[in-house]
């Protein structure tokens, strides 16, 4: 089973807009993970954000955890076309085990 | 530093062969993953090796093995193909903080093909 669920499955944008998507999770995690995976490639680690922090930047990226509603969001801001992926929160169990959601396929058109 | 890097990227394979893919991890990373993807169940954990021991092991069948070299390098090798093995599998590489892996680096993935 996956422990992610993120939402929503699918979202399309055009160039310059915000991205947001979100991701729900079922048990206590020490940390949370957000990847990018461009066409069935490998995936790219975009932030890792631990249990007690509450918002973390890197770029154009802004992720948030609310561990009491056991959920997180990724928001991109100003989005550009290289941005078309998909977006995987991952949350880590033992020894390197990182659960994945089902992923938010994100389309920007320019 | 180099990345993750896999070999071979594509492979096409005929139900019940074996096959074996390698990996090797970022420098200086000690613990490898392996995962496959499919489009009907997504991204599943397959095992974690660490110092050549496997720590942790996935739901898959025992067709689905793998061990770790002394240089970090790891190998999964998977017997009697069955056409539902079809999938791009990825390993990822992480240096180790402290007593859990911090963050995994991903290969660009082995594509598998069975016909």
């Known amino acids: 089973s996956q422990q992610g669920e993120e939402d929503p499955q699918a979202l399309s944008i055009q160039e310059g807009e915000n991205a947001t998507m979100n991701c729900s999770y079922k048990?206590?995690?020490?940390?949370l993970q957000w990847y990018r995976q461009n066409s069935g490639r490998g995936l790219v680690h975009l932030i890792l954000?631990?249990?007690?922090?509450r918002e973390k930047h890197s770029g154009r990226l802004r992720v948030t955890l609310d561990t009491s509603k056991k959920s997180s969001s990724l928001l991109i801001t100003a989005s550009r076309a290289a941005d078309t992926a998909s977006y995987f929160c991952a949350t880590e169990g033992s020894w390197g085990k990182l659960q994945f959601g089902a992923g938010t396929q994100v389309v920007v058109t320019p | 530093k180099a990345g993750v890097t896999q070999t071979p990227r594509y492979l096409i394979k005929t139900r019940g062969q074996q096959v074996t893919l390698s990996c090797s991890p970022i420098?200086?990373?000690?613990?490898v993953s392996w995962y496959q993807q499919t489009p009907g169940q997504g991204l599943q954990f397959l095992f974690e090796y660490f110092s050549e021991t496997q720590r942790n092991k996935g739901n898959f069948p025992g067709r689905f093995s793998g061990r770790q070299f002394s240089n970090s390098r790891s190998e999964m090798n998977v017997s009697t193909l069955e056409l539902g093995d079809s999938a791009l599998y990825l390993c990822a590489s992480s240096l180790i903080a402290g007593n859990f892996p911090d963050t995994q680096y991903f290969g660009p993935g082995t594509r598998l093909t069975v016909l």
């Open positions: 420098s200086g990373h000690r613990s």
């Open positions: 048990t206590s995690i020490n940390n």
């Open positions: 954000i631990r249990s007690n922090e």
